[in-house]
Every structure is written in structure tokens, then in C-alpha cells.
């Protein structure tokens, strides 16, 4: 009897130990808390002349995907060009590869490589591939547990760039959005792989946002934006949030009309979620949106708060900093901006620079700007009061510095990529 109770303690904290994700670790895309910040973490508040230190850099085929930092492990996901998918795992301290796992994904992308960012936990790595396989690691081994066809399982189709989508882990279940016409969103069972519940079909098209976790009214959330398709009216525009328990549609919001969401919505409160876009009203025109979400018993209503097209960013979402939102505009010009939360832009200066279509994240208060067309990295205090650049480096020289990937911290470490390699910073204080 006694070993028996010893045998299920023990079963119990490895169970414990896979589903604890320690703070600051950037396990996922956008960070721990999957809104591109993470605080109480050390980082240099200036930068010498030369730049901070480069500790390694480690060779990639072309992509876009970004990085996850677990404990002192990086993940992933590369391309063999219409070949295979990679998934790579490397040592944090000094950019060996640990290990790595390719399977076959046939065909090719006009813009090619990975786009997702692998999720992972002390046990597992989930990924998601440009051509649609979802597949799940063991961490230690590199060896496959489970894998789903996102696209044939849910009779999805291949778009123009591939399939885009960062594995949300949300308690015992994976949460991806096929967007196909067999569901929409879908939620797996993490250990196993099996289907656990599906949404209805999204009413728009598969392009390349993922989905973001919310809670609102008592009541976890998952919430998805689905574009409208401006070759076929059928496809219509939507905001849509499900219960991440259950599946269950909980409210819908139309007033995004965009034809190319890839940001996800930022998290506000407990009340709002903001939206930004590149396209609108079928032009490609930015666009900023603030909604709120409120519950009267059971039923959920939406309120739209304010709409600016003053503002609005293709690729990346907007952090959020002591209530200030900051994004990379990608109209005209192209500029890094400052907003209120009720819609108004506080900086208007030529002397802003842009940033293209690079991705910034929050840092215990500062924010790390990459520029999308040359890789360049800006330490940034984020301030209505001005744009505030303290410290400027360079990593990348190759006339392929196309960096539209988001960068990841963890530890001290700063990690961002091109178009040919990935590249390890050391941001810590110790390196000052």
C-alpha cells in the first residue's frame, strides 16, 4: 500500500513538473505570457559604442520562424527548400545543436522556410509546419510522439504563404487553428494527440495569424481573427472568441475588415483587446481597433471603443507599457508609434524612425526593436513623452537580412534571425 501512494506522488510531480513553465523562460511565441514582454528579468540599460556582445550564431535555411528559450535550450524550426521540416534544438551557453528531427513536407513557398514559433514545456516541443504538420516532441530525445496533417485532417487549403500557426498550450490541451472547411480552431489533447473538441469553420480565409488566449468574464477564452478574401465574397471577415475548455462560441465582432491579418490581438485587461491590421476595407491601409468584452449572465456582447487608421502594423502585435501601446507602423510613412488607449497617436515626428516589418518586445521596460529590412536591433525607453533610442547594434551584413521573425529573451540572452542564421546576444548586466 505504501509504495503504491510513493508510486502516484511521484506520478503526480513528473505531472506537475511537465505542465510548469517558469517565467522566464520565452517557451512560446510572444513570450511567456504570449503578449512580447517579460519583466524581473536582468538586462543592460546602455549599450557601448560597439554594440553588446555576440556570444554565437548558428546557420539556418531561409525562414521566418522564431526561436523558444527553455531552461538553456533554444528550438527551432528550419527547412530543407522543398524537402523537409527541421526542428532543431540548441545549446543556449553555446550555440552547439543538441539535436534535431526532420520529416518530409514536400513543395515550396514563394517566400520560403518556417513562419511558427515551437511551443515547449519541460517535457515537449510542439510545432507546426508551413505545409501544415503539427507535431509533438519528446524534449529530451528529439523524438516524435504524435503528429496531425492540419490541412488534410480538417480539409484545409495550402494559401499563397503557407501555414502559419504557434501552437497555444492552454492546461491538457494544444490549441491550433487549421482554418480549414472541417474546423476552424482545434484543441488536442497535449500527451496524446487526440482530438479533444473542434470549432465550427472560421468565415474567412487561411492566412497567418495564431491564436491568442484570453480570459473575459470568468470564462478562458481563445481568440481567433479570420480575413475576408477579396477574390471571393463568400469568404467574410470575423473576430471570433471560443471557450478554450469546450470549443463553444462565445461572440463575434465584424468590424475589423481585413483582408491580411497576421498580428494577433493584444490582451489589454480583463475587459479589452486591441487590433492592428495592414489591410482594411479592401485596400491596404493600417488600422488599430480597441474592443471590449462584457458578460451578463450567460451572453457575452462586444463594444467597439475606438477605430483609428492613423495607426497600424502588418506583422507583429503591439506591446503594451503603463498604459501606452507601441507598434511598428506600416503605412506612410513607416514609423514606430505611440498610441493612447483610447486611440490617440502621441508621437508624430519625421524624426521616428520605422522599423519595416521587424518585431519588437518589452523587456523589463525597455523594448528591443528589430528592423525587418537589415536586422538591426534597438534598445528603446518606451515613453508617450518621445521616441528615446538608447543603444543601436548591428548583427547581420548578408544582403538577405530580411528579419521578419520575433525575437526571444530569456536569461540574459537575446536571440533573432535573417535569413541565413540565428544570432545570440548577451543583454545581461553581468556583460556591461
Known sequence: MMNTKITLVLVLVILLWGCTTPSNNWNQYLGPNRDASIEDVEIMESWPEQGPKKLWSFQLGAGYGGASIFDKEVFVLDRDPGKMDILRCIDLESGVEKWNYAY??????????????????????????????FYCFDKVSGQPLWNHNLLEEFDGELST?????????????????????????????????????????????????SPTLASFGGTDQVIMISPFDRRDSTLTHEVVSFDARTGEELWQYLGLRSFATIAPATVIDEKRIFLTDCSYDGSYDPVSIMIEI???EDEFAVKELFLTEEAGCKMHPAVLFEDHLYLNHTGNPNQMKCLTLDGKVVWDSDSVPGFEMGGMILVNGLILNQNGKNGDIHLIKPSPEGYNELGKASF?????????????????????????????????????
Open 161 to 209: 504563404w503557407g501555414v502559419s500557426q504557434s501552437p497555444v498550450i492552454y492546461q491538457d490541451l494544444a490549441i491550433v487553428a487549421p482554418s480549414g472547411a472541417g474546423a476552424g480552431v482545434v484543441a488536442f489533447d497535449k500527451i496524446t494527440g487526440e482530438l479533444v473538441w473542434k470549432s465550427r469553420p472560421l468565415s474567412g480565409h487561411n492566412f497567418h495569424v
Open 396 to 432: 547581420f551584413d548578408s544582403d538577405k537580412s530580411q528579419a521578419w521573425s520575433p525575437p526571444a529573451f530569456s536569461q540574459g540572452k537575446l536571440i533573432i534571425r535573417d535569413m541565413e542564421k540565428m544570432v545570440c546576444i548577451d543583454l545581461s548586466q553581468a556583460a556591461n
Open 104 to 133: 518530409e513536407a514536400l513543395g515550396e513557398l514563394p517566400f520560403p522556410g518556417s513562419r511558427a514559433v515551437p511551443t515547449v514545456d519541460n517535457v515537449h516541443v510542439w510545432s507546426v509546419g508551413p505545409h501544415g504538420h
Open 294 to 296: 462584457s458578460r451578463e
